[in-house]
């Protein structure tokens, strides 16, 4: 499943139509005892219509980082957190509503279990 599709958002199904495709940095990862995580996913893919705010594709910017808000967490698992490095991401739907994220690498992997995403917001930098 797709993160934008799982997500709803309308602001982001209308940056990315088709969903996020290729690889994603997890940048972030904020854990919080309230049961909940908060993520930054970055993204170098280019939106399908431009935000006015953010200037220019390639030239103001060209990484969008998706901040989502992921609650009632039942598994969060990371190894070899200093080792992250782009990779794709992959949601599934579990039993009960829980939805699992994963993303991993040849030495680093990270799973998030939660039956809650919420969109927190964008911000964008030029690398």
């Known amino acids: 499943m797709n993160i934008i599709k799982l997500l709803d958002n309308k602001f982001l199904q209308s940056l990315f139509p ?10 972030q ?3 919080d005892v309230a049961d909940q995580v908060l993520l930054s996913i970055h993204t170098s893919q280019s939106p399908d ?15 969008i980082v998706i901040n989502v808000l992921a609650q009632f967490i ?3 698992e990371v190894n070899n957190w200093q080792n992250i490095k782009k990779s794709p991401l992959f949601i ?7 939805y699992s994220l994963s993303s991993k690498g040849s ?20 690398k």
């Open 18 to 27: 088709n969903g996020i495709d290729g690889d994603v940095l997890i940048g």
């Open 29 to 31: 990862i904020y854990l």
């Open 49 to 63: 219509k431009p935000v006015a705010k953010w200037g220019d594709w390639d030239k103001d910017y060209n990484v």
């Open 74 to 76: 039942s598994r969060v």
């Open 92 to 98: 599934y739907a579990k039993e009960n509503g829980v």
């Open 107 to 126: 030495d680093w992997d990270l799973t998030i279990d939660f039956k809650c995403l919420t969109f927190q917001r964008c911000d964008v930098y030029i």
